[in-house]
């Protein structure tokens, strides 16, 4: 089996992780810790299969995970941001270069404006009285997706290689 297959198929697997952690949170705003955990552990295997270097690839891969833990746990403290959120962004971190994962946090932060303007004005409609709770793992999911698509489909790499 060729490192090329083994990338595609951990892209696949993150993926379909990403789309279990969307559905998750939307049932019981929550993601789970082995669903984080798994996705963390899959990070050396795409490491090794993408051929990238201890020093600096993937010491800088480390770098942004701790730095993206430290920011979003800040969140969490203050009360923004939910716990498997801070840990799904933070291993995500872990698969994604820096530059591409600035492109995940600006489509996650336009899913994340979109999705709680619907849910709010949903909430609104149903004159709900409780808090409202917004499943922000699928604004992550989306961008998480989204970047993977544009970043590591076959045609995405084709058409970026042209230009």
């Not at 995940?104 to 979109?114: F, S, T, W």
Request: charged share 10%; glycine share 10%; with cysteine.
């Amino acid at each position: 089996m060729s490192t090329t297959t083994i990338h595609y198929g951990l892209l696949i697997a993150l993926a379909i992780a990403l789309v279990f952690a969307a559905f998750t949170d939307i049932q019981r705003r929550q993601i789970d810790n082995w669903l984080n955990g798994a996705i963390a552990l899959g990070a050396p295997l795409f490491w090794w299969a993408s051929g990238l270097s201890l020093w600096p690839d993937v010491a800088i891969q480390l770098g942004v995970a701790c730095a993206a833990f430290v920011l979003l746990a800040g969140l969490f403290a203050l009360k923004v941001m939910g716990g498997g959120d801070v840990k799904l962004l933070t291993v995500l971190a872990l698969w994604i270069p820096p530059e591409i994962f600035m492109q995940l946090l600006v489509i996650m932060a336009i899913a994340g404006g979109v999705l709680t303007i619907a849910m709010g004005a949903w909430h609104f409609l149903r004159r709900q009285k409780e808090r409202l709770a917004i499943p922000y793992g699928v604004a992550i999911a989306f961008g998480g997706l989204w970047v993977l698509a544009v970043n590591y489909l076959p045609a995405a790499a084709l058409a970026a290689s042209a230009q």
